[in-house]
């Protein structure tokens, strides 16, 4: 089974594939300010599980959507690709990086990504929490529950008239398909991946200016950080341009 995918321009054998992978509640659409800053380079955008054009899919972990992937790379005649990804997109693509990518892979780009918890403490208090966030997507209005998603301190950036805007924009998700994806990729169930991406080649990570958790977390791991100025969490869509400014250096250096 391959994932629900949008191919934007031609390809290109001296430009690798640009494939983007959306964070939780999203869909590959969202990319499209900064798609628009990489007009020249074919770019493919990958509707993950539970959203878009894939939200009728059901993974039972990260192994299994890592493979989907890779379906859905081969399926496009993708050779050579870079991955870039945001939030649960970016945990997806160090999972595929680590575990299942081969020499086609060019580089991996991370926006707000966990590389793991390391003790089974933390995993179990993660998974009480990403199952009580399922039982209010099954239970409660989409637009409650988003609210009450938008509120939680990594989101402290955002002001009234972003929230808003953000609920608007993910209120025509299938609340049933949000909670499987949630509980089915929750941090709990998804590997410590830090000393395995310490090993990639070229790993990068873009992080908000105002998000001082995954700025913690992403020098952890060594790699190169780019910090993108009046951003939090959602730096791609706070910053477009000086979030494509960053990336182009990335991937062209």
Request: charged share 20%; glycine share 8%.
């Amino acid at each position: 089974m391959i994932l629900h995918a949008r191919w934007q321009g031609a390809h290109c054998d001296n430009r690798p594939t640009l494939v983007w992978l959306h964070g939780f509640l999203g869909n590959g659409q969202e990319w499209q300010p900064i798609q628009d800053l990489f007009s020249g380079w074919p770019q493919l955008s990958v509707d993950l599980p539970g959203h878009g054009g894939s939200r009728a899919q059901r993974v039972e972990g990260f192994a299994e959507l890592s493979a989907r992937l890779g379906a859905t790379l081969q399926s496009h005649r993708v050779k050579r690709y870079w991955l870039i990804g945001y939030s649960l997109g970016g945990r997806v693509a160090l999972y595929h990086a680590c575990r299942s990518a081969d020499a086609s892979l060019a580089g991996v780009i991370i926006e707000g990504a966990h590389f793991g918890l390391a003790t089974a403490a933390e995993r179990a208090k993660r998974l009480a929490s990403d199952r009580h966030w399922a039982a209010r997507f099954r239970q409660q209005p989409l637009v409650e529950t988003l609210e009450q998603w938008y509120r939680q301190p990594v989101f402290a950036d955002l002001n009234q008239t972003q929230r808003a805007a953000l609920i608007a924009l993910r209120a025509d998700n299938d609340p049933q398909a949000l909670a499987a994806m949630l509980l089915s990729t929750s941090l709990a169930r998804q590997p410590y991946l830090l000393p395995e991406s310490q090993r990639l080649a070229r790993l990068h990570s873009l992080c908000g200016e105002y998000d001082l958790k995954f700025q913690r977390l992403a020098a952890r791991s060594g790699a190169p950080l780019t910090l993108i100025p009046a951003a939090g969490h959602n730096a791609h869509r706070a910053s477009p341009q000086a979030f494509a400014a960053a990336l182009m250096q990335k991937i062209t250096a």
